[in-house]
């Protein structure tokens, strides 16, 4: 599967932004996929998840600010970003993967990313 991220940008403190990812290759529609950042410096970190079912889960640093949804119909993931702080300047990457049926992880999938900056 191959994904692509769009939407960042640069936008004030407090300002929104929606990203997409359009994923290719394959339906989706039966993968949890997921949303990361990395920053200057910094390690890649969890942002967002939605599962096939559509039950998310957020970072702390994020938690009512960010909204991820999934549109199965489009293969495609958003991330509605608002209130956006200095600190969520970073490049976000969408993920999934192969999953067993444990849900292990057998192989990953990043699409190339897009980058968001928030200035003050």
């Known amino acids: 599967v191959q994904l692509q991220a769009s939407g960042g940008g640069l936008v004030e403190v407090g300002g929104s932004l929606r990203l997409s990812c359009v994923a290719s290759?394959?339906?989706?529609?039966?993968?949890?996929m997921h949303w990361y950042r990395q920053a200057p410096g910094k390690t890649r970190e969890f942002v967002a998840a939605?599962?096939?079912?559509?039950?998310?889960n957020y970072a702390d640093s994020v938690k009512g600010r960010f909204i991820v949804s999934r549109d199965n119909a489009k293969n495609t993931v958003y991330l509605l970003m608002n209130s956006l702080k200095p600190e969520d300047t970073a490049v976000y990457y969408c993920?999934?993967?192969?999953?067993?049926?444990?849900?292990?992880?057998?192989?990953?999938?990043w699409g190339p990313g897009t980058q968001v900056t928030v200035s003050s």
């Open positions: 993920n999934t993967g192969d999953y067993n049926d444990y849900g292990l992880v057998l192989r990953e999938y």
């Open positions: 290759g394959r339906s989706i529609s039966a993968d949890p």
């Open positions: 939605v599962s096939a079912g559509s039950t998310t």
